[in-house]
Structures are given as C-alpha cells and as structure tokens.
C-alpha cells in the first residue's frame, strides 16, 4: 500500500495518475495549504521541504518519498513499468523527465505568479516567463515531430509534463501553431488512468483552483 500526500496541483497529478498507470493500490492523503499542513512536524518528518507530493511505501519499510520526479522514478522501478532497463531507454527518459523538472515546471509555475496573482503587474518577468515557457513547448513539439511520445514509448516523461501542458492557458501561454504538442495532449489525456489520476484528490478542480494551489507551494 502506497499513502500519497497530494493536493490538486500539476505535481500532485503526476504521482496520482502513474499510481493508476500502475494499478498500485494507495491511499490518498489531501493536505490543506490553508491550514499548513504542509508544514507540521509529523509531515516534514515524510518530506523535510515541506511539498507536495510525497510519498510512503507501506509494503518497503515505511519508506518515505519527496519531489515529484523521485517518486515517478521510484514507483517505476518498484513495478518495472514505464522506464526502460536498458541504459539508453532509461537515460531517455530521465532526460526529458528532467527536462519537465528543471524547465516546464519552474518556468510556466514563475508565470502563473506574475501573470495571475502577483500584486503588481510587472510586463517584464511576465512576458520572460510566458515566452520562456513558450519556448519550452517548441521543444517539446519538436521532439513529438520525431516520436510519438516523448521518450519513444509512453513513459514517465510523459506523465511528468502532461499536468503541466494542459494548464498552459491559465499561465497565458497559447499552444497555437504547435501541431505536435496538440496532438500528444489529445493522446495523453484520452488514456482512462490519466483520466482517474487527475480526479484525485476527490475531483479536478477549475484551473483557478489548480494554479493557486501551485502558487501557494512556490511562495511558501
């Protein structure tokens, strides 16, 4: 049995929909930002920056799990399920499974900020982020010119950036012109456990709701 401690952001959708990708059974834990939960004692002893997701292997020892891409790569090799064994298919995917850590997340999370929710609206940090995002998603559709997923076969890497991808409007950022990212969002989002992963916790809130969420975990 797996506890997943989650809310409805694009991190939290990550773990919840491969936990239905894989059929594992677990346990969902809503944390309430409002409350702060995220930063009681008995929750930064599971995650010491005090995030979402985290999570803990009930079946391993209790073992406790924090950052979202960890926990993709954990519940993979658990299962031996979408990430490959051989060291180039692997390194493909913890590529572009870093590609969505170190790029699509902070960046399109830095233009929720200051496109929605920041007191004063500064042109300059908004249009750097939006375009910076923007320019990320050129590379995601240029890689999905090549494969139909981004790692070749679906994978992880996907489930890392689709979250993200799909709230792209609520950040000001247009997917128009991108015929390949377009194409791999309608993919991904028809799959049924990433259909039921983005109903946890309870339901997919409006994206009002998602982002400010997330921007509540960044300026915390």
Do not use: C
């Not at 834990?29 to 803990?56: C, M, T, W």
């Not at 990433?194 to 997919?204: A, E, K, T």
């Amino acid at each position: 049995m797996i506890d997943l401690y989650t809310a409805a952001t694009p991190n939290g959708h990550k773990v919840s929909i491969l936990l239905e990708e894989l059929n594992l059974p677990y346990a969902a834990h809503v944390l309430s930002f409002d409350k702060q939960e995220q930063k009681a004692p008995a929750y930064l002893k599971i995650n010491p920056n005090g995030r979402i997701p985290a999570i803990v292997d009930r079946d391993n020892d209790d073992f406790a799990v924090f950052e979202s891409g960890a926990i993709l790569i954990y519940l993979a090799e658990k299962t031996g399920q979408l990430l490959p064994q051989d060291p180039k298919g692997r390194s493909r995917v913890i590529q572009w499974l870093m590609f969505q850590m170190g790029g699509i997340g902070p960046m399109q999370g830095q233009a929720n900020v200051f496109f929605r929710y920041y007191p004063e609206k500064l042109p300059g940090p908004i249009a750097r982020y939006q375009h910076e995002t923007r320019r990320l998603y050129e590379v995601l559709d240029t890689r999905l010119g090549e494969v139909e997923y981004l790692a070749g076969d679906y994978s992880i890497a996907d489930i890392a950036s689709y979250p993200w991808v799909r709230i792209h409007a609520w950040a000001g950022v247009e997917v128009d012109g991108l015929e390949h990212l377009q194409r791999w969002l309608r993919l991904v989002g028809e799959r049924p456990a990433v259909q039921r992963g983005l109903l946890v916790p309870q339901r997919d809130p409006a994206p009002e709701q998602v982002l400010k969420s997330a921007q509540s975990i960044l300026t915390r």
